[in-house]
C-alpha cells in the first residue's frame, strides 16, 4: 500500500513534465503567427460560455524527429507537411494490414496447439496482463 502512494505523486510528475515537454516542442516546431482577438460588441455576449475545441493537428502535420533542431524555414515545414500528407494514407493501410497479418498469424498458431495447450495459454496471458497493464497483480477474471 504504502508502494502505490509513492508511485502516485511520481506518476503525476512525470505526465506533468511530459506535457510541458511536448507543448514547449510543439511550439518549437510548428510557431504560429498569433493573430488579434476579435471582441464581440458590448451586449452581444452571451451567458453561456462557447466551447472552445483544443486545436489538433494530423500527425503529418509535425516535422519527422530532430527536424526541429536544424533551423527549418516556414517554407520547408510547409513542403515537409505536403511530404508527410501524401504518405499518410499509404503508411495507415500498411499498418492495418500488419496487424491483420499479425493476428492471422498468432491464430493459425494457436490452431496448433492441444486444447490443454489453449487453456495453459490462456492462463498464462491472463496472469501476465495485469504486470503489462501495471494495476498490481489485481485479478479480473
Known sequence: MLRS??????FC???AAAFVTAT???QENDPKPSAPVATPPPGAIDDQPTPVAPKTYPPYRRVPSNFGKVGLSNQQKQDIYIIRGRYQSEIAELKARIEELSRKEMDECVSVLTEAQ???LDQ???ASRPALLG???SDDN
Request: net charge positive; aromatic share 0%; hydrophobic share 40%.
Open 5 to 10: 502512494r509513492s508511485i502516485v505523486p511520481l
Open 13 to 15: 510528475l512525470t505526465c
Open 24 to 26: 514547449s516542442h510543439a
Open 118 to 120: 489453449r487453456k495453459l
Open 124 to 126: 498464462i496471458r491472463a
Open 135 to 137: 494495476s498490481g497483480g
